[in-house]
């Protein structure tokens, strides 16, 4: 007959393996009335328990295994039983039976749809499915959709027990292999058919051997009391991972169970019950269900009885878990289908009770996935003999958990459970958030039995919040207000960008109760799809951003007036935090982000009803442009003035921009030192740099190209997150970069530019001083929408520091700075003399009118009259627009300019057949502009030791150059293959169809330019204004540049196959 065929590779032998079935024998001989478990009964609310002894389970075992074998015959190898029943002690009867006789057993849950069923039915290729008679029906349903199904009804529990089945054993026996499947269970279908997942013999024995694993001296791994030879309550059902560890830890650890009364729905009242009357020392919890004890009056009575508290599977409330760690010790587990177990040590400082600290023989490895958080990865060692997921998956040599943590604050070696990568939250703007944590910390209330965060492909973060059912409220404010306070609290712990305001919150109904799996958790999906509509609602309510008459105020213009309504409107966007602004402060200096941005621009032209030729009275861009209450009080004056769209432009009445530029760049050179008299020490032969931004897309193959080269000896990664190393490995890996020299070569240092020494210790800021020669600045805030001004405090001082760590070090490194063509972007309009040329010029009107190129200009000019002044070294390199990389596994990051412009036009089924200001493609491959920055560096270093040019410039961009008229039918015919209609039309058609896209949530997902209309407008507008870059010194110098081809449709197609729009 058919077999599932899994591979058989790479296993680590168990010593003297264990098999359940034989422990079991033994200790029915040796321990005949030794306790195994204690069965719960309820009669007519009464709770009442029953001991099974070791003789009485291998005896029902043994009767089972023959009545099998006489209605169906011995197992064909490898033959896949089913069995479903009512949660007694028929379930590990029937699991060791089978094992005892050689099938393989699939235990899927009674919760399945039918279709699931049916699924896991043909995938394991299951015939005979065994069950209790309360699933007859079930499994006769089954039988009528696949017809090869067998249902056979098991006997009932007294037939089992009964005294005379103990004469009859069972020997044919058949002693499985560490690589043979010994049970089958599944994934939770939270995403579809569930799957099944296979557990192997080896896997089950290695929860026998687990307790050997050592720990630290003083240390006790969590498995010493989780599976100590004590009386355990479980409330985890036989078909969950969790009741299989439970059940091996009763035979391989003589631990007995106190099984709750079958029939019964767990509940904490049930449960309290069973702790009081049965005095067990452990107990393994649902989060949910610890959280429903804390609010009834005897719960943390019953929970101090007990030497342990386990849970795991979701995070616990904090407000929940600091109650319990007051009375008794709680300790945090987690495990899945596929590992079982995580092993970790048993927690140090009460406190610390939600942190893991993982074993070391684990092979656990942290790697980041979001802003905060970190997926746990478990990389296979060595000795294999305690990592459980390889005995199931010999074959891999990392398995990736898709839980998430993150890191204590202080203590590193901790971690934090906040979710699953499925929970995380992605947003239109690409911007990413982990919502438990925050829903959690909402839990905590007694009134909230769930709280749900939505968002997913919306602009921002909304709230469905699930009242308990006894709760009653006269309505959802009078509710909102009770809880508030907890919402206020959940925003403080999480970014900006995820933050929930009042007005995108809501009440779940008691019609529909939010879905929740066997464990008590909520089902994220499901329970989205169930509120689907009102979820819609919710967003179109926002988009709307309906207003009370009341609340309006009929546009004053006196600059006092303008200035109450500006604060009023930033107090409105700031609920949730405490940051305090004065009237000249900039915003966005304190974190003022692009989602409050749109929510002022919408108050302020609510409040400002002053009509305006083509746009909203108060566009984002006028509040970008004036980052200060001062400033924007002058430019809504002027606006309502004017009452036209130019004055979006800062009133002329205030500082020109090139006299903002040139009184930055005069304050930060005006007191830089004179050139030192004494030389330069000549270099040992090899380079010890500083790299900043590492963890980027440039930087990552910056880093790359320096650790391929033996001309680089160290390197000295500055970055400002604490976990930039294990960033750094992902990006790596991500591009399919080798990885072997990053902790031999590379030291990732915890830095602030703009702070004294780069907030490093002294010693370590000394250290740098005495042995770097060379520091490659490559990192920058990205944000096109910000003022100068903004950029001051983030980067302008950043690089004045670096001048002064340069002038003051033993070699006086030398600078070399990652600028941009935006820098010289404004050159073609005030002169059209051909092709910028590869020289600095010191003039304030050349940068593109934006913050970001500005501040580019003004950190070129400070570099370069630190050069003549104070005989610095450093070479300013002006990017272009760097592209998909051209080898490796790299990708164009989707959120810039050209993907979003690709998968908008696949939405409208258009796309435009020129670019504006960017229709000559001169775009240059991330990971070749990474190799030529190289090669122009060790250029520029060779230069110091024999010319005496201090300071230096080149441009990368492309030298071959297309036009965009070129590539654009490649994507159209790409598209075209996928029967997707794409028509190639003017700029100016294509803008105008975007601009007919309403803008509302539901959009910006499908048409994600909606986000970038701005910049595509005014792209268009530069259509006569490119700006052409010479690149004859650059090739000089730059293989890499000199070699490289210009883009064509090969290329193109590789980004679009990565994209997968």
Known sequence: MCEISLPIVNFTKIINMRILTEVVDRLATEQPDGLWVKAGALDNGVLSWSDITWSQLASAVDYISHWMEDRLGPPAENETMGYMGISDIRYPIMILSAMKMGYKILLASPRNSQDAQVSLL??????????????????????????????????????ILQPESASNPYYNFRRPREHDVALILHSSGSTGLPKPIFIRTGALAAVDTITSMSAPIGRRNMHDEL?????????????????IVTLARSIYHHGPLALLPPRQPVTADLLISAIMQERPSVAAFAPSILEEMCNLPNGLEALSTLDYVFYGGAPLARSCGDQITRVTNLQVSIGSTEILNAPNYLTQEPDDWEYFEWSAEAGIVMEPATERSFEMVIKQKMDRRHQIVFHNFPELFEWRTKDLFEQHPTKLNLWRYVGRLDDLLVFSNGEKTNPVTFEKTIEGHPWVHGALVVGSGQFQAGLIIEPHADRKVADDEAFFDEIWSWVEKANAGCPAHAKVWHSMTMVATPEKPFKRSAKGSIMRKATYELYESEIAQLYKRQDEFSIHESDVIDGPTDLASIKSVLRTALRTCLASSRREYTDNDDIFVGGFDSLRVLQMSKILSRDFRVKVSSQAFCPPRLIYNNPTINQLSRAIQQRITHNDD?????????????????????????????APVTGIPPPSGKYKAILTGSTGSLGTYLLYYMLQSPLFERIYCFNRSADAESRQRKSLRDRGLDMDDLAEKVDFLTTDLTEAQFGLSSSKYQELQENVNVFLHNSWPVNFNNSLESFESTAIIGVRQCIDFALSATHRPHIMFSSSIASVGNQHIIRDDGPIPEIFEDDVCLPLRQGYGESKHVASSILFRAARKSGLRATVLRLG????????????????????????????QKIPATLGGHDAVDWVPVDVAAHSVIELTLSRLEDDLTKNQLFDCFNIVNPQIVQWNDLVHTVSGFYHKQGCAMEVVEYND??????????????IDKYPGIKLAEFYEDMGQLENRKVHLATDRSVLKSCSLANLQPLDGRLVERWLERWAF
């Open 990 to 1003: 294509w803008l105008n169809a975007l601009k007919q896209i309403d803008p509302v949530s539901e959009n």
């Open 881 to 908: 627009q760097l592209s998909g990389p051209v080898d490796g596994t790299g990708a164009w990051n989707k959120a810039e300019w050209l993907p979003t412009l690709i998968e908008t036009s696949k939405s409208l």
């Open 227 to 243: 599976f100590a030879p004590t009386l355990m309550v479980s409330m985890m059902p036989f078909f969950h991972i969790m009741g």
């Open 646 to 674: 130019n004055s979006i432009k800062v009133s002329p009445t205030l500082m020109s921009r090139e006299e903002k530029m040139s009184a930055m760049i005069h304050k930060y050179t005006k007191l830089l030192p004179a």
């Open 122 to 159: 043909k995938s394991t290729l299951c015939k005979t499915f065994l069950h209790t008679p309360e699933f007859a029906p079930q499994i006769q349903a089954l039988a009528m959709h696949h017809s090869e199904l067998n249902p056979v009804e098991i006997p009932s529990l007294n037939e």
